[in-house]
């Protein structure tokens, strides 16, 4: 089944990394260029505009910056998921008429600011706010003590262990080792891993999302639009967004993530299953979020994401193609990930990643969390 949507072109900024010479706002434009030139594309064609990250109104920003005045616009934000579930609206707006081609840009220099001594988001310091009174005085003020909290009750209750973690980040690490954009490239061991200290228990570094400065963008187009602009037509099969909480202390189950909702819808509109995809990017902040969406996704059963990932399974040369890039862990998190989880399945899917090219990939699932495990949003795409 199809939506009636496309994915024509998906691409990164110039340089992606470390990046102090360069501003948020040129992450975006240097990606929305790229991206479009990857759709046979320019920017008189886009009318619509999805963006956020980037300061208090971020798609009047963006637009400005670009040259735009768009018929539609948004700048939804539920964290790291918000650009996976730009889509998801990419598709409703162009499916009514609202616009025709849809353009979707990220860009942020987290690494770069620390020096700089700026905040690129808003402020984030109203005591009056509810984790402010209930979970900051408690530790819990970054998501290192709010992922942790959840994957030790996974561990309790699964007998998930922390080499079950160091699996993913030895998988990725290889993942990342075959694309040169990555930011960490060196291999690393499981034993390697194992005798690190802990940052947060039970996360190791490795365990953790980079922070980087990074920008990218995708465009997206009706189908029949899509076959007249002479590139790869990637179509967007099934989308779904769901969000289940804002403070960790809310969430209704430490062990599943809004992943179940989402991905359930995504694969009733698509009209296929866990076992038609053939390769996966899922949003990898911890090693365990990379693990309970497996889960959530109908990958493998609850409690079972250890056992599924034990073996090197999901390193290349393995079954299970996960985070090909290299993912947030090794490749690049510029603060929210999900734009370069759809960039890696569109290049997978059209067959552009070289080394670390999945054979006869056709169908590509990416799941983007935000939040503290709060939100997701799933889209499928195909080759057709």
């Known amino acids: 089944m199809s939506t009636g949507v496309a994915v024509v072109g998906a691409a990164e900024a110039d340089d992606i990394g470390v990046v102090p010479g360069k501003s948020s706002v040129q992450m975006h434009a240097e990606a929305a260029a790229n991206a479009l030139a990857h759709a046979n594309l320019g920017l ?24 735009l005045q768009p018929r539609y616009s948004s700048s939804n934000s539920i964290g790291g998921s918000s650009f996976v579930a730009h889509v998801h609206e990419a598709v409703l707006a162009i499916r009514s008429g609202r616009c025709e081609v ?20 808003p402020h984030h310091f109203d ?9 900051r005085p408690y530790g ?21 262990t922390t080499k079950h973690f160091a699996e993913i980040a030895v998988a990725t690490r290889a993942w990342a080792a075959l694309n040169p954009r990555a930011y960490r490239q060196a291999l690393l061991t499981i034993d390697e891993v194992l005798a690190a200290p802990y940052f947060v228990y039970p996360f190791r570094p490795t365990d953790i999302c980079l922070v980087t400065d990074a920008g990218g963008a995708v465009v997206l187009t009706s189908t029949a639009r899509a076959r007249d602009l002479g ?13 289940t909480h804002y403070g960790i202390s809310q969430m209704p189950d430490l062990t ?16 296929i299953g866990p076992d038609d995809v053939d390769v996966a990017e899922l949003y990898d902040s911890f090693t ?16 079972e994401g250890g056992d599924f990932v034990s073996g090197q399974r999901t390193a290349p ?12 862990l090794s490749y690049t998190h510029p603060g929210m990930f999900g734009m370069f989880l759809l960039i890696e399945a569109v290049r997978q899917l059209r067959g552009e990643c070289d080394d670390r090219q999945v054979p006869a990939a056709e169908v590509a699932l990416v799941n983007g969390m935000g939040g503290y495990l709060s939100s997701s949003a799933t889209a499928i795409l195909g080759r057709r």
């Open 44 to 67: 008189r064609d886009v009318d619509a505009l999805f963006t956020c990250g980037l300061d208090f109104m971020p798609s009047l920003l963006v637009s400005e910056y670009l040259g």
């Open 317 to 328: 040369g393995g079954d299970f193609p996960l985070n090909t890039s290299g993912g947030g």
């Open 127 to 135: 005591p009056w706010l509810p984790d402010w009174q209930w979970e």
């Open 140 to 160: 819990v003020a970054a998501p290192p003590a709010a992922y942790a909290l959840a994957a030790t009750r996974h561990m309790h209750e699964y007998g998930t």
């Open 288 to 303: 365990y979020t990379a693990l309970v969406q497996l889960e959530d996704l109908g990958f493998c059963a609850k409690g």
């Open 256 to 271: 599943t993530t809004p992943a179940a909702v989402s991905g359930a819808e995504a694969y009733r509109e698509a009209g």
């Open 102 to 121: 849809a353009l979707v840009t990220h860009g942020e220099t987290r690494r770069s600011n620390r020096r700089r001594g700026v905040q690129a988001r």
């Open 231 to 243: 590139v790869p037509v990637v179509e967007v099969l099934g989308s779904a967004v769901a969000h």
